[in-house]
Every structure is written in C-alpha cells, then in structure tokens.
C-alpha cells in the first residue's frame, strides 16, 4: 500500500510503498554531505553533478538537493517499483531538472552510461549493509534487497564510485560500525581515501549503530574522526543536532 508522507525540508513529499521505509541514516548522509554534522561536507559550492547509487525511493537525493542547491543528481535503483516510486517523488517535488532517476543495476550503470568515466563530483550511497548469503530467506522481497547485498557487494559500491568520480571526487557513504575494516580497506583499493569518519549511536550510553564515511578521490593520508552523533538524548528525546538536521522548528516556505 502507497502512502504520501510530508517530510519537512521546505514542503517535501515523500511516497513510500509498505516494504523499506527510510529511517534517520538516510538523512543524516544528506546532512552529513551538507557538511552538517561537524565534518567538512562538499568542498565546493558551485554546480556539482553527483551520482546516487542504490537510491530507492529518492529520499537522499531529494534531501541533498534541498541542503545544497547547487547539485544535480543522477539517482540508480535496481529494483523496478522503487525506481519508479523515485521517479514519482522527484516529479511530485518538481525537481525534474535537478534529479534524474536511471533503474538500472549499479554495475550495469558505470559500463553503459554516456558520459565518460571520472565525470561526477560527488557519490553519495547508503548500500546493503550486510553480507551476501549471511541473512534471513525472503530474498526476494525489496526489503530484503535494501538491506542485503544481491547483484552489487560493498566493493562493488565502492569500484564503481572510483570509476565515476572525478580525480578529486568525493564519496559520502552510510553504513554499520561493524563494516568499517572491510570499508577502509575497499575505499583504498579503489584509490578512494577515508577523510572523515562519524559515528551515530541511539543515545549517550549506547553503543553506535551508523557510521557515516567520507572519503575523496586520490587524496592524501590524513583521516579525521569527528564527535559522535546521538540521535536521542538522556531523556530520549530528539537531540538538538537531530532536530536541526531535519530543520524542525523552521518555518516553510
């Protein structure tokens, strides 16, 4: 069953279907790309052409392009019902000239796109968090395929962002704590060097669950760890960096 959410960020809408609802990792890698979260964010300010791979209904791409008005964004989704739920939000939020929604597998996207590999500014990416083959039946279901890698793993990701970046390109990536070794480890494979890392934990006490990661293209050796995000405070209660990241208290326009 479709439903129509208002999602804030200057009166955005947002359809979601009843499988993979996105959650707060979502915007904080829109937020933490904005340069939000404490972290440097995109360099430049200028117009920058981006790639959003694994995009699902859109929600990065359409909350990235509120926060930083000067992207354009080409969003890849494999699965057919979530391409073209994205399709319908970016539509629904008349962004046709700004986000352009491809399905395709993200594999099959870098070999056969027209532009020329190196071309992007920017990847961001919130793919399957676990392992091929390590997971619950259903596979078939499309919150199955959000969540667990099937046609492209973590390197797969993370070799087809090198091939779409820029020599001094930037990669914002979403992902669990437990992933980190296998994702610095790819990052530099892929001549992809982590600058950033943050982690997100539910609240003070407990232990991180997110971890956002940015990295740039050819950079140099030097990693910066930033504070810690907590999405809930002692009380349990939206923390004041949440609630500025989703702009709650703002005023539409």
């Known amino acids: 069953m479709e439903r129509i959410d208002s999602i804030g ?3 955005m809408e947002l359809e979601q279907g009843d499988g993979f609802r996105f959650g707060v990792d979502a915007i904080l890698l829109a937020a933490f790309a904005a340069g939000e979260t404490g972290g440097k964010g995109m360099r430049q300010k200028d117009l920058l052409n981006g790639v959003e791979l694994g995009c699902g209904n859109g929600i990065v791409s359409l909350v990235v392009s509120h926060k930083i008005p ?17 399709k319908s939000n970016v539509r629904r939020n008349h962004l046709q000239e700004r986000i352009e929604i491809v399905h395709s597998d993200i594999l099959d996207f870098a070999q056969n796109q027209e532009k020329k590999p190196g071309s992007y500014d920017f990847v961001v990416t919130n793919p399957p968090y676990f392992k091929r083959g390590g997971a619950i039946p ?3 279901s499309g919150k199955y395929i959000a969540r ?10 993370l070799r087809v962002a090198s ?21 610095c480890a790819g990052m530099r494979k892929h001549h992809i060097e982590p600058k ?10 407990k232990g991180a669950n997110i971890l956002l ?8 050796a030097e990693l910066r760890v930033l504070p810690t995000i907590y999405v809930r405070n002692e009380n349990k209660e ?13 005023s539409e326009s």
């Open 9 to 11: 960020f200057g009166g």
């Open 70 to 86: 000067t992207t354009r964004i080409t969003g890849v989704e494999v699965q057919t019902e979530e391409a073209m739920r994205a």
């Open 148 to 157: 667990h890698e099937t046609s492209a793993d973590l390197d797969g990701f």
């Open 138 to 140: 259903n596979n078939s």
């Open 213 to 220: 990661v940015h990295g740039i293209c050819n950079g140099g």
């Open 196 to 205: 950033e890392l943050q982690l997100v934990a539910p609240y003070p006490g």
């Open 238 to 250: 939206y923390s004041e960096l949440i609630d500025q990241i989703y702009e709650r208290g703002y």
């Open 163 to 183: 091939q779409l970046l820029n020599r001094r390109g930037e990669l914002f990536m979403v992902h669990r704590p437990d992933r980190l070794v296998d994702i």
